[in-house]
């Protein structure tokens, strides 16, 4: 199994260049069930979408971290965590600032190196997280992805990535027979080359999209323009970016593609799923630990509530991590104390985004969400505020787009910002994407 998927990599470079001939290693590369192993196969075979908190799990590593990793050993070396009222009024929380200042007294006394690798991440706050996670992570990662995907009817062909790869510009598109990839440029948003990527999709026949929220909207925003046939398209599995609000009214309500949107985050500790790109995330027991707790670290339970997400490793015992607060928010549309939660939409890191009045006051970019209606005149949508009192809404606009709609657009954002605030709405033809090709609602020069 290593031997096959070592021989690829080391011919990957060539079958950039031979997209065919890299089709037909993908043609006769085994199954993943064999090429994955067993490890990939116990976590497909065991996953439950509908499962219940495994405490003995939890409470294992817990105890296991308690024991065995000198930050956690140094706070709680007296105690033994034998139920979830232990775990939540014992167990403090862990930030992003720990994972920076006590990264050596986070790992555990038995962490191989060797089996396991560092993770770097940039962050909004631009202070960058380290953190371990095993080098075979990808084999848990593929198996719930894989099962996810397999609601829609997925069973692991070849599918259509539009993510974060930037191609040489001769290059239209690679094929990574491994992970049954065909790669797209995710920088290259030109009307032309969505229309490459739309005929080539049909070429391979490609039924399944994966993709940042961003890229398939990006994509879909040309396809309605040019009333290209989706009818072949049988799922689009959006993830890294939030699901937003203007997207889910072209690709699910206007379009009706079939979306399923997963809420993850780089430290891999918990995992939501949306089915039906209707804004409702299942959380997945399996996968992790997940709570949501208020502004004042209470644990919460209510229907409608927001709260930050604070997730807990079942299976890093490398680097385990207990009670990690993601910087992202939602509240629960169904809470059970045992299985069956389900989230509303996730904010993230917009509740750390700041729009800030002249006057030192502030809101969210959650709150700035715009009507329906609206949305059928735009075609993206971004914030950038260089001074306080100040707020340029970057706007792609379509064909409908008129200064009745621009004015209306004012008063919106009037309305929930201070009215000494200037508005400028600035029309571009597209919108600012970071280094790593994912798309922030909020560019701003602040410092609040």
């Not at 930037?166 to 027979?177: F, G, Q, R, S, Y």
């Not at 920088?187 to 039924?207: G, H, P, V």
């Not at 339970?301 to 990690?324: A, F, M």
């Amino acid at each position: 199994m290593n031997s096959i998927i070592n021989f690829v990599k080391k011919i990957n470079t060539q079958l950039d260049k031979y997209p065919l001939f890299a089709f037909l290693v993908y043609k006769i590369i085994p199954g993943n069930r064999f090429l994955f192993g067993k490890t990939y196969r116990r976590y497909y075979d065991e996953i439950n979408f509908d499962s219940k908190i495994n405490d003995k799990k939890l409470f294992s590593i817990v105890n296991y971290t308690i024991k065995n990793v000198p930050y956690y050993a140094n706070k709680y070396s007296n105690f033994n965590i034998e139920s979830r009222a232990d775990f939540e009024n014992k167990i403090q929380f862990l930030t992003r600032d720990n994972l920076f200042e006590d990264k050596q007294d986070l790992l555990s006394e038995k962490f191989d190196s060797k089996e396991y690798e560092i993770v770097t991440t940039g962050g909004t706050s631009g202070k960058p997280s380290r953190f371990y996670l095993k080098k075979d992570r990808f084999k848990k990662e593929y198996a719930f992805f894989h099962k996810i995907w397999a609601t829609r009817g997925y069973k692991n062909q070849l599918r259509g990535v539009i993510r974060n790869t930037k191609l040489d510009e001769n290059i239209d598109c690679k094929i990574n027979p491994i992970t049954k990839e065909l790669v797209f440029d995710g920088f290259r948003n030109t009307e032309d080359y969505f229309e490459t990527i739309y005929n080539t999709l049909i070429q391979y026949k490609i039924n399944y999209l994966q993709c940042y929220p961003s890229s398939a909207y990006h994509f879909a925003v040309i396809a309605n323009k040019r009333g290209w046939n989706l009818n072949f398209i049988k799922g689009i599995f959006l993830s890294s970016e939030i699901f937003l609000p203007h997207q889910k009214a072209l690709l699910k309500d206007k379009l009706k593609l079939p979306v399923i949107s997963v809420y993850g985050h780089s430290e891999k500790l918990g995992l939501a799923v949306d089915f039906k790109g209707e804004g409702r995330y299942k959380v997945l027991n399996d996968y992790g630990y997940l709570e949501l707790v208020d502004k004042n670290s209470n644990v919460i339970t209510e229907v409608g509530k927001i709260g930050e997400i604070v997730t807990t490793t079942l299976d890093n015992y490398g680097q385990p991590l207990i009670r990690y607060k993601t910087g992202d928010f939602s509240s629960y549309y169904q809470y059970n104390v045992n299985s069956g939660s389900i989230l509303n939409a996730i904010e993230g890191r917009w509740r750390e985004m700041k729009i800030f009045n002249k006057d030192d006051t502030f809101v969210s970019p959650t709150a700035l969400n715009l009507h329906n209606e609206l949305y059928t005149h735009i075609e993206g949508l971004q914030y950038y505020q260089k001074i306080k009192g100040e707020l340029e809404v970057l706007i792609i606009p379509n064909d409908s787009y008129n200064d009745a709609v621009k004015k209306k657009l004012i008063e919106h954002f009037q309305s929930r910002l201070h009215l000494s605030t200037k508005i400028k709405i600035v029309t571009v033809k597209k919108l600012i994407m970071n280094s790593n090709g994912k798309f922030l609602i909020l560019k701003s020069e602040v410092n609040g």
